[in-house]
């Protein structure tokens, strides 16, 4: 048996469609179909179904799927190992980060990344929790950070740190915040105008569902999908935003906002780290996901 047609077997049955995996292989799609075929004439079964949505395991492909995870595993896991050998830890990690963890630790941690793995690849990509959880599933991340993540089945999520969340206003010419601006109410910050992201940001969900247990709604005066771009809204008069403390410090113009603290109730939000838990992970995937763990709470727990 082929190892690369196992590979490119598998991708498929992950991704359900021929396209999608000649994609994310970077080969053309006739040579992916004719490797699988190869594979299929070779093991005289049929292992896809294949249909104008796509391509489903038949049972026999369900059953090789199963074990061509663990044996694609188990090279890349001699591969590392070998690689460990002669240099260290090698390889590539997918990490998936939320734009505004991602303005605090892309830097720290891609140093520290090369520090400690310099024969490895670290990839950093932004996105929504929710896209993150499926590709993780899809086997796109090997690693994502996420915000109040809802349960999925196949991936497994340990807690990281918690965040404040804070109303963040533009501040007037001249004003030093000595001291800083008091605490305000979340049921006086629903009269405000709010520039949020759109569903299915979780901290949209998160704050619409405390704002609901107190018998309120948000103001929403635009829907926005992107830290910087809120911010400079926020600081052109648009409107109020709710993010974490980070999220504005770390910004271009920290100087340009206030931030006051919510109250009754204050908003925090888990961070959790999240993996697949199909397939297992290599040493230089738990290496990482060491490394950010100890990045994570040096750079994002609260003051």
Known sequence: MDLKQLEYFVRVAELGSFTRAAQALNIAQPALSRQVRLLEVELRQNLLVRNGRGATPTQA??????????????????????????TGLTGRVAL??????????????TRAFRAKMPEAQLSISEGLSSAMQENLQNGRLDIAVLYNP?????????PLVQEELLLVQPRPPGLQEDPPPPAIGLQEVAALHLVIPTRPNAIRMHVESEMAAIG?????????????????????????????????????RPSAFSVRPLKQPALHI?????????????LTQQATLALLTEMAVQWLSPP
């Open 61 to 86: 492909g369900l059953l090789l799927l199963e074990h061509g995870l663990g044996i694609l595993h188990q090279v890349e896991r001699a591969r590392e190992e070998l690689g460990r050998v002669r």
């Open 270 to 282: 888990q961070l959790t780290t999240a993996i697949s838990a199909q397939r297992p992970s290599t």
């Open 96 to 109: 998936g980060l939320p734009p505004s963890v991602a303005r605090v630790l892309t830097v720290p941690l």
């Open 150 to 158: 809802s349960p999925m089945p196949g991936i497994e999520h340990t």
């Open 216 to 252: 309120c709604r948000p103001l929403i005066a635009l829907e926005i999908d992107g830290v910087s771009a809120i911010l400079d809204l926020v600081a052109d008069g648009a409107g109020y935003a709710i993010l974490p403390r980070n999220a504005v410090m770390r910004s271009v």
